[in-house]
């Protein structure tokens, strides 16, 4: 099987014309009701947090956006508990430049960009969809 990314700001037309024998699936926070719970903002409810004893996040993106440091402001655990699929998002034109991501809510361990998809939104994902689509 072969899955290909493409972005959401193309056109579909065109899209649908390039893969004309492809399976499209718009996986986002605002596709039909039955591909959107593929979506990391989707609040599946109960995920662990990655190196976070007894801490838990309704979203995929509540913790990546959580575990996010700015040169302005640490990580917020508040957007752990966001189930709107809105409002999750940090960005640096309200906290400033992102400096890394922190390696779990306690730690003092940062990762860079490559390092915390890897140890932390992968995961994250993984165990959304091993625990919610069996």
């Not at 640096?92 to 939104?121: F, M, P």
Request: charged share 30%; proline share 4%; hydrophobic share 35%.
């Amino acid at each position: 099987m072969e899955i290909l990314i493409e972005s959401r700001r193309k056109n579909i037309s065109s899209i649908n014309e390039k893969y004309k024998d492809y399976v499209i699936l718009d996986l986002t926070s605002i596709s039909e009701e039955k591909w959107v719970k593929f979506s990391p903002f989707y609040p599946h409810g109960n995920i662990p947090v990655p190196f976070s004893n007894n801490f838990f996040s309704e979203t995929v993106e509540g913790i990546w956006q959580g575990l996010k440091v700015f040169e302005n402001e640490n990580i917020d655990i508040n957007t752990f508990k966001i189930m709107s699929m809105k409002g999750i998002k940090r960005t640096t034109r309200k906290h400033g430049k992102i400096i890394r991501h922190q390696k779990g809510v306690g730690s003092k361990e940062r990762l860079n960009y490559c390092d915390a998809k890897k140890l932390i939104y992968l995961p994250t994902y993984k165990w959304v969809l091993e625990n919610n689509y069996p």
